[in-house]
């Protein structure tokens, strides 16, 4: 299982709409392997959707997080503002290596 982050950017700094993670999961399908979704609307330096899905590698994941969340943005209005600036699963090295020092 992959934990992917998709950040999004909006011009208008609108919040992001609390229902945000139900309107991306209706948009996987089963094929996806889609497990949960999870909104961070206060991440910094913007909103941020966790997406926990089960693929065969770390790529597949990635990529099928951007095409769900890029379907929700296309099929909801409320997120139609939005624009995803990156999907990708977030590296803890820099978190570990921190708490060495």
Not at 8 to 15: F, T, V
Not at 40 to 51: I, Y
Not at 57 to 81: M, N, V
């Amino acid at each position: 299982m992959y934990l992917v982050h998709v950040r999004l950017g909006e011009p208008g700094h609108a919040p992001l709409p609390d229902d945000a993670a139900a309107l991306v999961r209706s948009c996987a399908r089963p094929a996806d392997g889609l497990e949960f979704v999870v909104a961070h609307p206060a991440a910094m330096p913007d909103p941020v959707l966790g997406l926990f899905l089960i693929a065969d590698s770390l790529a597949d994941a990635e990529a099928r997080a951007f095409r769900i969340c890029r379907l929700a943005l296309e099929r909801y209005a409320p997120l139609s503002t939005w624009a995803l600036v990156e999907a990708q699963v977030p590296l803890l090295t820099p978190f570990f290596e921190q708490l060495l020092d």
